[in-house]
């Protein structure tokens, strides 16, 4: 049976990659509904095969003189829900980057329907309360991110008791070799070379500074239910191992594969099948070894955010993300050196005090606390 698909951030590189794959693969999916944050030209050209879909640019408001009036576009965030309602899909594919994401993640979850998520910071910034939400409606959260769909394949017909610990791997970002002591000089432009991954610039700088992994501890801890000390990140260059799990008789169990997100959206979008898909994966035969290192804290030390965020608990995963959004934008724009970026982001959560979340306005709070908390300290620097 066609079930119906909507893909949020279609013009970004998870809905791109979405894009690509469904017209590779035999999958059995109408695309319903289709939304970008400005780029009208790109909506459009995602959109072209399904002219039925609805479209939303969720960066401009009713009446911009530039998107045609006939076409009938959403506009906003609010937009973007009215048009979910409207189109009523079966799953919705959420790569929307940042904040920006967690209000499509709850309704989707609100109303049943299964999230393939690629904006981990839905879990980061509200995860207990998202769940509740799922719980409550029979819905279902399936892990886009590369890493925590490994984890969710690896863990398929086992019990949650056996798990020991589960690995999450991390490339180090573009600037994992670089000297520690020149790492206050280096230009964006550098840090945004990613040696295995073509992702945005956020996410691109967030695997730079590893910022990115703190986010992954959060949602794994969410998605497994596991305390932080039994979620370990490794560092791996090959970017070939996503994920293992370590289960209590000693074995380890790893999920292996080249680095194109296709691969864990076709996970996710054929679930719980296991659609076919011509796509040329990881080939033993092509590596002479794999790799794996601890994490240096000296050059990381971001990391160590995310399992202080665990410890915390309510709204500090808020806290988190959006002082991070706004160090990074600061570094992306020449105002801030790159080793900067952990810093602000400390010193915001060293001045917040965490409270329980029960509502997406109390998580919407803590992170406008915290974004003008951290220009405060950009205007100090």
Known sequence: MT???????????????????????????????LSAHRNLE???????????????????????????????????PEGLLESLEAADPDLVLNGITGAAGIE?????????????????????????????????TGARILPVDSEHAAIHQCLR?????????????????????????????????VALRHPNWSMGARITIGSATMMNKAFEVLEAHHLFDLPGDRIRVLLHRQSIVHG???????S???????????????????????????????????????????????????????????????DAGSVLNAADEIATEAFLKGRISFRKIAEIVEKVLERHVPRPISSIEEILAADEWAREEARRCLDSV
């Open 42 to 76: 790109a909506l459009v050209n995602a959109s072209a095969p399904w002219p039925e879909a609805r479209r939303v640019l969720t960066g401009r408001r009713p009446g911009d003189p530039s998107v045609p009036a006939e076409a009938g576009y959403g506009f906003g």
């Open 3 to 33: 079930r119906r698909l909507a893909i949020l951030g279609a013009t970004g590189s998870i809905g791109q990659s979405a894009l690509s794959l469904l017209g590779e693969s035999a999958l059995d999916l109408e695309v319903v509904c």
């Open 104 to 136: 499509a993640s709850a309704w989707t979850l609100a109303h049943g329907k299964t999230l393939c998520l690629a904006n981990k910071e839905s879990l980061v910034l509200g995860g207990p309360w998202l769940l509740s939400l799922a719980a409550e």
């Open 244 to 250: 293992m799990v370590s289960f209590r008789d000693g």
């Open 252 to 314: 380890i169990v790893a999920q292996l594969g080249k680095p194109d997100m296709r691969v864990p959206i076709h996970y996710c979008l054929a679930w719980p099948d296991r659609g076919e898909f011509a796509f040329d994966g990881f080939d033993p035969e092509e590596f002479a070894s794999l790799t794996f290192e601890t994490v240096d804290p000296r050059r990381f030390p971001a990391l160590a955010l995310g399992y202080e965020c665990l410890e915390r608990g309510g």
């Open 157 to 189: 017909g086992e019990r949650r008791t056996d798990i020991r610990c589960i690995y999450l791997t991390a490339s180090g970002g573009a600037l994992r070799d670089v000297p520690l002591e020149d790492l206050d000089a280096i230009e964006p432009t």
